[in-house]
């Protein structure tokens, strides 16, 4: 029970007063404000749509790339719908309201982001119209109804504003029974947004709220939409005066969240008043050169904190090298080589202190591509409910990094709680041509001190550790492989063996070390799990310990 309660307080310690005070609110209110009271409200007269957007206006939705990638249209049009890795054939009578469905995906659901697979489809609109129209007519704004929830509905917001009057405008306009009533349940939706913004959570979940509301205050006219257009205008640009770091990327470290934060601040920089559109615009090209430098050379994410590739829509990669990069404010450091060689290292904090929701206890490790080839790989994200799949992905112990005593480097715990956090402090920055040097320390096993370097160059890496501690410590170091990957321990040490090259790994350890083979589960994708091999360093020491692993490409 004191355990319980001290992991408590480490975690509320770090909330902002805003937080705490909105919580409390919350608790209360959800008794009171109902999804239902606040669409109660009267529809005012001068509630209507802007008249930039006329019947054969179609300045915005064509020139917006999906925010998602595009499933099969087909699939859409007879009910079946696949999240996660998940397809469901949904039955019409209760197409929005599951239960028995994974909460994760019920919120893809209401999304609607799956519209745009609709585009390409000669009767898209008609289809998008069914099912729009079987939102509001059925899923009503009852206390508990996923749809109405904050987060779905901003995006949702979003996604109808976006097609029905961009890319379906003219269509939209000219079915007068489907447009009243389009036009009145964004009304409804966007007055149960404006009374329920996620403060209390912060982070991406206040950014898409926002960004919600100014294309509310886009697309439509009166003395509502005004309001709400000024108000997510004004939170839109504090937000991003905050959570976009100097360097570019997104302050919550997540490079699946950052390729989402590029759409919203590519929309704003359409939708949002002039002063909007200005700081969204100065935040575009660093946001993606960010971006560029998080992706490997086949596009795929680096799996840091909660990321799971084909959830949001990625910038193109660029197709020429970028040489050594670094993120500093972020604690990112890599290479992108000639040859589609890569590799990104972990040396930041895991996330903003009020909100590492998506953070994993991750610090110092590491995912290297060699030749195109996938060679060392973070674990990424298999689900977010509370599951010993979601404890696994966000351990240390399935994280290319060093473990003592069982410990994670960070103390993550429920889904998205982190108590005592690993706070990483950079020692040393070396870039080269096309190598660099990298060192930095933390505190994550205080008051043991943990300390590992970087060394790299095309064909080489070397990890250094140095361990300073009390007392009897048991170490383990872990190296994930990519599926594909086959390994053979020798005396002398590893040979790792993936097709057009093999990598030699040595060892050189100040205190005796055992080298085990190991499985563990990859999830590249959500709701996707392959095995793959593990390579486990372990001893027990006392006082100090440095390890030093040599990988070599033999080619």
């Known amino acids: 029970m004191f355990q319980s309660i001290g992991r408590l307080y480490r975690t509320i310690q770090h909330l902002k007063p805003l937080q705490i005070g909105w919580q409390i609110r919350r608790r209360f209110e959800k008794w009171i404000l109902t999804p239902r009271r606040f669409s109660r409200r009267r529809i005012p007269n001068d509630w209507c749509l802007s008249r930039r957007f006329s019947c054969n206006n179609k300045t915005l939705g064509n020139d917006i790339i999906p925010p998602v990638p595009c499933q099969s249209w087909e699939d859409v049009e007879r009910g079946v719908f696949c999240f996660l890795n998940r397809s469901e054939e949904l039955p019409q009578i ?40 079987d939102w509001i007519e059925n899923h009503q704004p009852d206390r508990g109804a996923t749809g109405w929830e904050p987060y779905p ?21 000219n079915d007068e029974k489907f447009f009243h009533l389009l036009v009145n349940s964004i009304y409804r939706q966007s007055s149960c947004l404006a009374g329920q913004l996620e403060f209390q959570v912060l982070a991406n979940h206040l950014l898409e709220n926002a960004v919600a509301l100014s294309s509310v205050g886009h697309f439509f006219e009166g003395v509502d939409a005004n309001r709400w257009g000024e108000l997510g205008n004004r939170i839109a640009r504090e937000q991003l005066a905050e959570q976009i770091l100097p360097d570019g990327h997104h302050f919550e470290r997540s490079p699946m969240y950052h390729a989402r934060v590029c759409w919203l601040v590519d929309l704003l920089s359409k939708v949002g008043d002039d002063n909007t559109k200005h700081t969204a615009t100065t935040q575009i090209p660093k946001m993606k050169s960010a971006m560029e430098k998080m992706c490997h050379p086949n596009g795929s994410l680096a799996l840091f904190n909660d990321c799971a590739n084909s959830i949001y829509s990625v910038p193109s990669k660029i197709e020429t090298p970028l040489g050594v990069w670094s993120l500093p404010d972020s604690g990112y450091y890599g290479a992108k080589l000639a040859g589609e060689n890569y590799i990104v290292c972990d040396c930041g ?6 909100q590492p929701g998506h953070a994993h206890a991750d610090t110092f490790s590491f995912e290297w591509t060699i030749d195109g080839r996938p060679f060392i790989t973070d674990t990424g994200t298999f689900e977010y409910a509370n599951s010993k799949e979601r404890r696994f992905d966000r351990s240390t112990s399935s994280h290319n990094t ?22 990483p402090k950079l020692s040393r920055w070396a870039p080269g041509f096309a190598s660099f040097e990298l060192e930095a320390e933390h505190d994550g096993y205080s008051p043991t001190v943990c300390r590992r370097s970087f060394s790299y160059d095309i064909s080489r890496l070397q990890l250094c550790d140095a361990l300073e501690g009390e007392g009897e410590l048991h170490l383990q170091s872990r190296l994930h492989f990519a599926p594909g990957v086959k390994l053979e321990i020798h005396d002398g ?3 790792a063996n993936l097709e057009s090259f093999q990598v030699e790994i040595t060892f050189q350890s100040s205190k005796p070390i055992q080298i085990l083979r190991d499985t563990s589960r ?5 709701g996707l799990a392959i095995e793959r091999e593990v390579l486990l360093i372990q001893g027990c020491f006392a006082g100090s310990l440095q390890l030093i692993t040599s990988m070599t490409v033999k080619r």
Not at 161 to 169: C, I, M, P
């Open 349 to 354: 904090n895991i996330g903003p202190d009020y």
């Open 402 to 423: 060093i473990q003592i005593n069982g410990r994670n480097s960070s103390e993550v715990w429920s889904s998205f709680r982190v108590g005592k956090r690993c706070f």
């Open 94 to 133: 209760s197409l929005w309201n599951n239960p028995g469905l994974p909460r994760l995906w019920q919120y893809n659901l209401h999304y609607f982001d799956w519209l745009w697979s609709l585009i390409r489809a000669d009767s898209g609109f008609a289809t998008a119209r069914r099912y729009a129209l």
């Open 522 to 526: 990859y999830s590249p994708e959500f």
């Open 493 to 495: 040490g590893v040979v």
């Open 153 to 173: 509905t901003s995006l949702r917001l979003m996604n109808w504003t976006l097609l029905f009057f961009g890319h379906w405008n003219e269509e939209t306009h």
